[in-house]
T-cell receptor, first 114, second 112 residues
Framework: KNQVEQSPQSLIILEGKNCTLQCNYTVSPFSNLRWYKQDTGRGPVSLTIMTFSENTKSNGRYTATLDADTKQSSLHITASQLSDSASYICVVSDRGSTLGRLYFGRGTQLTVWP | EADIYQTPRYLVIGTGKKITLECSQTMGHDKMYWYQQDPGMELHLIHYSYGVNSTEKGDLSSESTVSRIRTEHFPLTLESARPSHTSQYLC???????????FGPGTRLTVT
């Protein structure tokens, strides 16, 4: 069964600190992995997208890594800001259909305190 | 920021009412999607479309229906709302050659 598991479920950090969020998946055949940021009451916004051949990608203070062999990804946030408080969702796409079906994790709820 | 819009943003409605959630995108994307999301849970695909006059049901069974008469417009309709329909509904779109899906801001539906 294709699944995406994220950890931790929730995380509280102080402003200025770094943190790392984890994503494990069993989706096969793998096409790409995306990290989205979803603010409360808003739609998800894409942070990074990685294909099979990419093992790291950065977007400002966000750096995602991908290990396609172990089927793991991480999202590292550097020098956190209050505006980073949001849910971070790992999404994996398969190659098995024209639609490129997406499998969503439940997200990690990050809270940044001043 | 993606040009995809949803209205209304919030809706509180009584049981048995018919409602239509609007979704529009100005990017000329062929693919459009509707997702349902409960608090703290993952998004579930309920409908998608490859293009005009194409609609398909997603993974999660839904009593809603959709239509795709114009490329830019993908409305979702509930003929008779029930409290079990209370949820957040997210619309998304994507181009043919793009891995990306761009999400709208969502509609928070509450059925009393």
């Amino acid at each position: 069964k294709n699944q995406v598991e994220q950890s931790p479920q929730s995380l509280i950090i102080l402003e200025g600190k770094n943190c790392t969020l984890q994503c494990n998946y069993t989706v096969s055949p793998f096409s790409n992995l995306r990290w989205y940021k979803q603010d409360t009451g808003r739609g998800p916004v894409s942070l990074t997208i990685m294909t099979f051949s990419e093992n790291t990608k950065s977007n400002g203070r966000y750096t995602a890594t991908l290990d396609a062999d172990t089927k793991q990804s991480s999202l590292h946030i550097t020098a956190s800001q209050l505006s980073d408080s949001a849910s971070y969702i790992c999404v994996v796409s398969d190659r098995g259909s024209t639609l490129g079906r997406l499998y969503f994790g439940r997200g990690t709820q990050l809270t940044v305190w001043p | 920021e993606a040009d995809i819009y949803q209205t209304p943003r919030y809706l509180v409605i009584g049981t048995g009412k018919k409602i239509t959630l609007e979704c529009s995108q100005t990017m000329g994307h062929d693919k459009m999607y509707w997702y349902q999301q409960d608090p703290g849970m993952e998004l579930h695909l309920i409908h998608y479309s490859y293009g005009v006059n194409s609609t398909e049901k997603g993974d999660l069974s839904s009593e809603s229906t959709v239509s795709r008469i114009r490329t830019e417009h993908f409305p979702l309709t509930l003929e008779s709302a029930r409290p079990s329909h209370t949820s957040q509904y997210l619309c998304a779109s994507g181009g043919q050659s793009s891995y990306e899906q761009y999400f709208g801001p969502g509609t928070r539906l509450t059925v009393t």
